[in-house]
């Protein structure tokens, strides 16, 4: 029998027995549960409650569509134990506006905003960019706050919170502060957040000009982009973009380029100076600046030039 | 209030009122097979890629394996054994090859349920997008759920006039 099985096969199943054999003569407890029994956990009824918590009790790991949080939990690359639920606290979901600023509550879903109108009529990028995310099964769970706490530099939704110069609501149980997005990270997955802080909005203002977002993975769904863009053909336009350096970037020399009326050719180059991408398991950096390069043209093109063929047609 | 020792969760599991003693962090995945012995569900991946732990968490699909249990608290969770093997989602499957080794299969056909009623073959494709399958290629699940949504909307068409038929015989 054991002949018939290929290597692998059999490794697998040494593997197996010999974990059969440590649950007889451990506690079986601490080996199948082993981190989960000493996790502790804190139930806030409120935002106030929950910043009181992380004040007294800190540091805690803020729980919120669990999409990336478990994801670390379920491969064990996670040491912390002690953890706070956010996902009961409603009042951070909501989506309204206030004066002529869209606010966006941190736990909003993927779902919740494909689905708002007010999102739909004011950001239709960060629609476009909730739509690509995962599947439906994330979406229903990620949340955009998660999404910017996560600090990922392939998060879908930070180009369009760079693009549209969003405002991070930040809370303490003492204080609450407004940080622009353009100071939030401070290097690869670090922020601005200090310890007893927690994002609990992100305020729009309203944008002039049609906005352009595009993702480039492997595959439409589930996969993580090798790059992302979003932009806006405003004056000048603002253009930003994931996973060509530690963080997500605004390209400055590039927009102002555009801005003066530099051709698509030289504004290409200009974004090939201000990017540097690197290799990794998903791209290589070459590949990268190429793809770059190609979107900006691509939302120029989508913006302005075949606009003005359309209006030639009319 | 802090969760040191296990409370109990109260949740309806597919519209049965259900407690566990389970630690609030346990993944839904792990409460419903090894606490609640529904092992319809199945573990793929783990990590919120594969869309085989799929069940319903008040009615919109969720990994289950990405939910802890805590965020199932007074909500509705449905799983696959709540058809009963004999839906037209699950009959579809069978007839038109839609299962063939069946991990992702529960996982399948919770995302369709979700999908509401006469989805277009784009409204299949984006609502299974989170959904891998590694034998089928696809065509004949997303053949399977056309099918039983068409048939959905026939067969009370068919039955009325089958009713037609007998009461003009009658008259």
Redesign the interface.
């Known amino acids: 029998m054991l002949g018939s099985i290929s290597n692998r096969q059999a490794t697998w199943f040494v593997h197996k027995f010999r974990r059969a054999d440590l649950l007889r003569s451990a506690d079986e407890e601490t080996l199948m549960?082993g981190s989960?029994?000493n996790?502790?956990?804190?139930?806030p009824?409120s935002l106030t409650d929950a910043l009181s918590m992380l004040r007294d009790e800190g540091p805690l790991v803020p729980?919120a569509?669990?999409?990336d949080l478990?994801?670390a939990?379920?491969?064990g690359t996670l040491d912390d134990t002690r953890?706070l639920?956010l996902?009961p606290l409603d009042s951070l979901r909501r989506i309204e506006m206030r004066g002529d600023v869209l606010s966006i509550g941190a736990l909003a879903t993927y779902?919740d905003m494909r689905r708002s109108p007010l999102v739909q009529k004011i950001l239709p990028m960060l629609v476009a960019a909730a739509r690509e995310i995962?599947?439906?099964?994330?979406q229903?769970?990620g949340t955009l706050g998660g999404n910017v706490a996560n600090g990922s530099p392939a998060g879908d939704t930070l180009p369009v919170l760079a693009a549209a110069d969003v405002v991070v609501v930040l809370r303490s149980a003492a204080d609450m502060r407004r940080v622009p997005f353009s100071e939030y990270y401070t290097g690869y997955r670090r922020s601005v957040l200090g310890p007893g802080e927690l994002i609990v909005a992100f305020e729009f203002r309203k944008l002039h000009g049609r906005q352009w977002f595009r993702k480039v993975g492997t595959r439409?769904?589930?996969a993580i982009s090798k790059v992302v863009m979003a932009a806006v053909a405003g004056d000048p336009p603002r253009i930003a973009v994931g996973s060509v350096a530690p963080t997500v970037v605004r390209l400055p020399s590039t927009e102002a380029a555009l801005g003066r009326g530099a051709s698509i050719d030289e504004a290409r180059q200009i974004l090939l100076e201000e990017i540097a991408p690197i290799d990794d398991a998903r791209s290589t950096a070459e590949y990268r600046q190429r793809v770059a390069a190609n979107l900006l043209a691509r939302f120029w093109n989508d913006s302005f030039i075949t606009k003005s063929r359309r209006t030639r047609n009319l | 209030m802090l969760f040191v020792r296990s409370p109990r969760v109260i949740f309806s599991l597919n519209g049965k009122r259900t407690r566990t003693n389970a630690h609030p962090m346990k993944r839904l995945l792990d409460v419903l097979r090894e606490d609640c012995g529904l092992t319809g569900t199945k573990e793929g991946c783990g990590e919120g890629e594969c869309g085989a732990c799929t069940v319903l968490l008040n009615g919109a699909p969720v990994n289950s394996c990405l939910v802890p249990l805590v965020h199932a608290a007074g909500s509705r969770v449905t799983t696959i054994e709540a058809l009963g093997g004999r839906h037209r989602l699950q009959r579809a499957f069978v007839e038109h090859g839609g299962a063939q080794c069946g991990i992702c299969t529960p996982g399948m056909i919770m995302a369709a349920i979700a999908l509401g009623p006469r989805p277009s073959i784009e409204g299949i494709r984006a609502g299974l997008a989170g959904n891998l399958c590694r034998c089928t290629g696809y065509s004949s699940i997303y053949r399977s759920i056309a099918d039983a949504s068409r048939r959905a909307l026939v067969r009370p068409a068919q039955k009325h006039a089958a009713f037609e038929r007998r009461a003009r015989r009658a008259r």
């Open positions: 549960l989960i029994s996790r502790q956990l804190f139930q009824r729980m569509g669990c999409t478990y994801v939990l379920n491969f953890f639920n996902w779902t995962g599947g439906v099964q994330v229903n769970r439409a769904a589930q």
